[in-house]
Nanobody
Framework: QVQPVESGGALVQPGGSLRLSCAAS????????MGWYRQAPGKQRELVAV???????NYPDSVKGRFTISRDNAKKMVYLQMNSLKPEDTAVYYC?????????WGQGTQVTVSS
């Protein structure tokens, strides 16, 4: 199993936007539900966006209306558009299947929201 590669994280001011990308792997990528997870210092990893294989999405209330997940099955890519960022969005962001596979965690990408 080749781990996914996340990118796009950065330092951004509150109210700003970022777009994260995840280069996934696997010949059967298109059949899996995928998600973006995040882990803030001292906190458990949490699921922040889900996209099923044919497009329906789901979000927790903490990011609903601000985050948008999308996917390109041909390119094996998953994206997370994050708008109206808040300091509490600061975390390392990862992509993985939903439910997550223990051996499919990448290095993540750091998002820091601070003025």
């Amino acid at each position: 199993q080749v781990q996914p590669v996340e990118s796009g994280g950065a330092l951004v001011q509150p109210g700003g936007s970022l777009r994260l990308s995840c280069a996934a792997s696997g010949s059967s990528f298109s059949i899996y539900t995928m998600g973006w997870y995040r882990q803030a210092p001292g906190k458990q990893r949490e699921l922040v966006a889900v996209i099923s294989r044919d497009g329906p999405t789901n979000y927790p209330d903490s990011v609903k209306g601000r985050f948008t997940i999308s996917r390109d099955n041909a390119k094996k890519m998953v994206y997370l558009q994050m708008n109206s960022l808040k300091p509490e969005d600061t975390a390392v962001y990862y992509c993985n299947r939903v439910p997550a596979l223990n051996n499919y965690w990448g290095q993540g990408t750091q998002v820091t929201v601070s003025s």
